[in-house]
């Protein structure tokens, strides 16, 4: 049996690839033993902006009724503010859905998802024995310019795309044959980018997805739990610090 079976695991993604890549730790005790970890404001921040912009640039809502349910929405999720973050972040909702909608604005009306929700894209990652599918879903899709533009919304403008997002727009643009750029917005400003060789990417992923299976086959999750490597001073860890030292002992 193939190592994804083995341990149920149905299929993959860029956000789970990452997590493998960068905290093997944090991936086994979110993929073998269920803890999904804690979310943080800047993540929800993320959310509710993505949702405001959504419903401006397709028609749904008025730009300052956008705002305030994703305000309100944002209150619903962030019950406790204890170091402040929250507030601020809060704050950014306003700045961040404006600059967007800007910067969207070009490109007209995105195309809705066939039965509402996100488009979801896919490809089937193979190997020596096992086979998987690796999906996404992509944020706004305009299919008569061949199109999408994924939003991020980020508290510094990078200079160029973090490794983490580059598989991900080379993922959106092998499984559709899209130009995927990305759009980085910051209380600030906005700017589209369009970083990383698509095919050496997808590359990148097959091979680490294929040590990932050998690494399944190993034996159960207890035992890959005793094995891993641990690092507490990861920030995949934050907030989850009770798990980590429940589940690794340290």
Request: aromatic content about 10%; some cysteine.
């Given at each position: ?11 993959s993604s860029?956000?789970?690839i990452n997590k ?7 991936w ?11 979310a ?8 509710c902006?993505?949702?405001a912009?959504?419903?401006?640039i ?8 956008a ?7 944002f209150?619903?999720?962030?019950l ?10 809060r704050d950014?909702i306003?700045a961040?859905?404006k600059?967007?909608?800007?910067a ?6 995105p195309?809705p998802p066939e039965g509402g ?9 193979k190997g020596d ?19 999408i533009?994924?939003?991020?919304t980020?508290?510094?403008m ?18 559709t044959n899209y130009?995927?750029?990305?759009l980085y ?7 589209l980018?369009?970083?990383g ?5 997808m590359?990148?992923?097959k091979h ?8 399944l ?10 094995v ?5 001073s990861?920030?995949?860890w ?5 798990i980590?030292?429940d589940?690794?002992?340290?």
């Amino acid at each position: 049996m193939d190592g994804y079976k083995k341990h149920g695991i149905t299929h993959s993604s860029p956000s789970a690839i990452n997590k493998w890549i960068n905290a093997p730790d944090a991936w086994v005790s979110s993929y073998l033993f269920g803890h999904r970890g804690a979310a943080s404001s800047a993540m929800w921040r993320g959310i509710c902006t993505e949702n405001a912009v959504s419903d401006v640039i397709s028609g749904k809502s008025g730009i300052d009724d956008a705002i305030a349910a994703a305000q309100m929405s944002f209150d619903e999720k962030i019950l406790f503010d204890e170091d402040g973050s929250a507030a601020k972040e809060r704050d950014n909702i306003e700045a961040m859905t404006k600059l967007a909608v800007d910067a969207l604005e070009p490109y007209g009306q995105p195309d809705p998802p066939e039965g509402g929700g996100q488009t979801k894209v896919s490809l089937t990652a193979k190997g020596d024995g096992w086979e998987i599918p690796f999906i996404g879903f992509t944020d706004f899709d305009f299919n008569s310019r061949g199109l999408i533009i994924d939003l991020k919304t980020t508290g510094r403008m990078p200079g160029v795309m973090s490794l983490e997002h580059q598989r991900q727009r080379a993922f959106y643009a092998a499984a559709t044959n899209y130009q995927v750029l990305f759009l980085y917005v910051t209380p600030k400003k906005a700017e589209l980018k369009e970083d990383g060789d698509v095919v050496e990417l997808m590359a990148e992923i097959k091979h680490h997805m294929t040590r990932q299976e050998r690494f399944l086959r190993l034996g159960d999750k207890e035992l890959l739990r005793d094995v891993v490597p641990v690092n507490p001073s990861s920030f995949y860890w934050k907030g989850d610090e009770a798990i980590r030292k429940d589940l690794y002992g340290v």
